[in-house]
């Protein structure tokens, strides 16, 4: 008998990523700021205190510890991840069961959708009205549709935009289920609830070490909640699901809080120059431009398309989502090439 993959995976396609040479990348909300000598000096010294042939602390005990240190939270409410997308993926897994609902919003990160589907649960997507979100309405949605569990990013990934502190906890405390907040931009807004987050019952906030602190490539992820959840968290993830590598190298950043309170700064700084740069462009031509809390400039356009095809041209990668466009704030010169870019196309002037 010939083996079949199963009706779930047998027509899904591997996480797509444009693996092209380009001479501005400005597609996956990365820092622009890679580690400076004298901290990656740090880490080489380090990586001598590693025993490679051990498996890693399966509580990320130093990692959780510096954390907590930084943003001045309890150790004990915090869960360290192989990035935020593995929390997500065993959040999904550990606190829902198959059939259960989770209630998705629209436009929003993708893989909540994927994870959901990979669990067999029924997913509700709540659209979003011109890509805001009605807190009042998606109450109403969950009372009525009663779910297991909401996620959803905030500031929201890719719209760029940002729910108030007071509008968060008015979701959270009008619903009974578990409400799964991903604030991976948090760092470049001031609306977290990352410091009250084990006050809920109900609630996990998600945080990533990949953007304000340029650690992409280590792949490390929190997760913050009451103790219970944490509890439930260390349960079912892997045992040494964060590598020894990432937790002394993230640790080492973490302990460098002047650096990373520069890299904030730097990329806010970075961020306002590209939205105040783009606006009058967009105003100028019909193109709306949502007013950023996050690292990366979100633009609603007719013909995001051809500008998306027409940048590529000029060696320049962001991210198209349709009649959207989502850029990543870039370094001085990859910005001002970046705009002087899109006024060229904008003017007519563009040839592709």
Not at 291 to 305: H, L, Y
């Amino acid at each position: 008998m010939k083996y079949e993959l199963n009706d779930k995976i047998k027509s899904l396609s591997p996480y797509s990523v444009d693996k092209q040479t380009y001479k501005i990348r400005l597609d996956a909300n990365e820092s622009f700021i890679n580690l400076p000598n004298q901290i990656v000096e740090q880490l080489k010294a380090n990586l001598d205190e590693i025993n490679f042939n051990r498996y890693p602390d399966p509580d990320a005990d130093e990692l959780c510890l510096a954390y907590a240190q930084y943003y001045g939270l309890d150790r004990k409410y915090i869960v360290a991840g192989n990035g935020s997308d593995e929390l997500i993926s065993v959040i999904f897994s550990s606190f829902l069961k198959k059939s259960d609902s989770v209630v998705v919003l629209s436009p929003d990160f993708s893989m909540y959708k994927f994870y959901a589907h990979i669990c067999e649960c029924k997913v509700l997507d709540y659209p979003k009205c011109n890509a805001e979100i009605d807190v009042e309405e998606l109450i109403e949605f969950c009372r009525v549709n009663n779910p297991q569990m909401i996620v959803f990013s905030n500031p929201c990934n890719p719209t760029s935009l940002s729910l108030e502190t007071s509008q968060v906890k008015r979701v959270i405390e009008n619903f009974d289920g578990l409400v799964v907040l991903d604030e991976a931009y948090m760092d470049f807004d001031d609306s977290s609830l990352i410091e009250s987050a084990a006050q809920y019952d109900n609630l996990i906030v998600l945080r990533t070490c990949s953007k304000m602190m340029g650690l992409a490539a280590l792949r490390v992820g929190f997760a913050v909640a009451n103790e219970k959840i944490v509890s439930a968290l260390r349960a079912t993830k892997s045992p040494y699901n964060v590598n020894s590598v990432s937790q002394i190298m993230a640790t080492t950043v973490l302990k460098n809080k002047k650096y990373l309170d520069g890299c904030r700064k730097r990329i806010i700084e970075s961020r306002d120059f590209l939205y105040n740069a783009l606006k009058p462009i967009c105003a100028d031509n019909g193109v709306e431009v949502m007013n950023t809390k996050t690292n990366f400039v979100f633009i609603k356009s007719e013909n995001a398309a051809l500008l998306f095809e027409y940048l590529k041209t000029k060696n320049i990668l962001v991210r198209c989502f349709g009649k959207y466009l989502r850029i990543t704030a870039g370094n001085e010169n990859e910005n001002v090439e970046l705009v002087k870019e899109i006024k060229m196309f904008f003017k007519g002037d563009a040839v592709i």
